[in-house]
């Protein structure tokens, strides 16, 4: 297994741009979820998906939009990058149940100038 | 609705002990307790569910006073590999099965030889 994997690592952006950032499991997970995790903050939650078809918003959705067409997939569309939107950004997912653990991506590390 | 964790920052030397708490302003369904090690994804440590469970992994264990809507971290007889930013993940008893963590800002630990 992979587990999660997420690409780019590494993404230099102007003000202005758009872009997508890719996640993928390859566990059969429900849940997916995006976080952003700021220099010496902690993990704020921007999207989640509990299945295919079914998204919903986080804590700071504003600037970002989500889809899942399918189990495995669930990118993260920056769009108008601002450089408010610098960070790394942590894909997770999870299977349901109260005893899940929830298993991180490797992160992408965004700069936007 | 954010847990907030306390200390901020813990050093030690290598064989002390250390705590961390997580509290909460909300009654708490479960917590989730994890490691990240700096520019890395965050790695599980453990879940708890119920109101007074202690868990165990090697010298590191927590618990969880559902009361007291709170968690502690106990890292006993600390390791080097230790070191690293400890983040509480809580589930509030108000989106119980929502399968969505809010996390703590972080405890950064550094363990000195």
């Known amino acids: 297994n992979a587990g999660v994997t997420q690409t780019p690592k590494f993404r230099i952006l102007k003000i202005g741009q758009s872009m997508t950032l890719q996640c993928t499991q390859d566990m059969n997970h429900n849940y997916m979820y995006w976080y952003r995790q700021d220099p010496g903050m902690g993990l704020k939650l921007i999207y989640y998906s509990v299945g295919a078809g079914i998204t919903d918003k986080g804590e700071v959705p504003n600037g970002y939009n989500v889809s899942r067409s399918t189990t495995e997939d669930f990118p993260l569309r920056l769009e108008l990058a601002a450089p408010s939107q610098t960070s790394v950004y942590f894909c997770a997912s999870r299977r349901a149940g109260p005893q899940a653990e929830q298993y991180f991506g490797p992160g992408t590390r965004l700069t936007v100038t | 609705q954010q847990p907030v964790q306390s200390p901020q920052a813990v050093i030690l030397r290598e064989g002390e002990d250390a705590v961390i708490n997580c509290s909460s302003s909300k009654a708490l369904y479960s917590v989730h307790w994890y490691r990240q090690k700096h520019g890395e994804a965050p790695i599980f440590l453990m879940i708890?569910?119920?109101?007074?469970e202690q868990k165990g992994h090697d010298k590191i264990s927590a618990s969880f006073n559902e009361k007291k809507q709170q968690s502690s971290l106990y890292l006993t007889a600390s390791q080097l590999s230790y070191s690293g930013t400890y983040f509480c993940?809580?589930?509030?008893?108000?989106?119980?099965?929502?399968?969505?963590?809010?996390f703590g800002q972080g405890t950064r630990l550094t363990i000195n030889p």
């Open positions: 708890l569910l119920k109101g007074g």
């Open positions: 993940g809580t589930e509030t008893r108000e989106i119980q099965g929502a399968q969505k963590l809010v």
